[in-house]
C-alpha cells in the first residue's frame, strides 16, 4: 500500500504528540512488508510519518520539487528506497507541484489538518478525493491550528 501525507507545518509541543500517536496508529494498521510511506519530507507531520513509516519496517519514498535544493543527509534521506526530483515546467514536468505528483503516486493520503478549506492540506486532500482516493483526516481532538495560517 503506497500512503502518502500532507499537513500543516508549525504544529505546538501539544499537537504534535497528538499526531505522532495518530500516525502511529494508522501507521501500524498496514503490514510493514507492504508499506511505502511518501513524503515531501518537509518539516512537521511529513518527517513524522517518514520516522514511524521507518520504525514500523515499511519503505519510503521521497519527492522533491523542481526548485528544491539538495536534500539534507539525514538518516531519512539515506534509507530512503527512492527520492523523486520532480523535473521543471519547461522540460514537462510537474515542477513544484508536490499535490499533484504525490496523487499520481499514491493508494491513500493522510491529511494533517482541521478541515477548514484553504491551504495546501486541503488542496491535496481535494485533488486526492477527485481522484477516487481515500483521505485519511488527521486532527485530533485537542490539536491547536499553527498561528502562522
Partial sequence: M???ITGYQGLSDLT???VRGELWRLVTGY???ELVGVTALRPGPETWFAQAVREHGGKVEII???GAGPLPDTELVREATAVHRL???S???LGDDLGRALVGMVDELIAVWDGTPGGEPAEIAALTRKAGLWV???WPTGSERPSTL
Avoid: D, I
Fill in 2 to 4: 503506497r500512503v502518502g
Fill in 64 to 66: 522533491v520539487p523542481a
Fill in 31 to 33: 503490514g510493514p512488508y
Fill in 91 to 93: 522540460a514537462g514536468g
Fill in 87 to 89: 523535473a521543471p515546467v
Fill in 136 to 138: 485519511h483526516e488527521v
Fill in 16 to 18: 504534535e504528540l497528538l
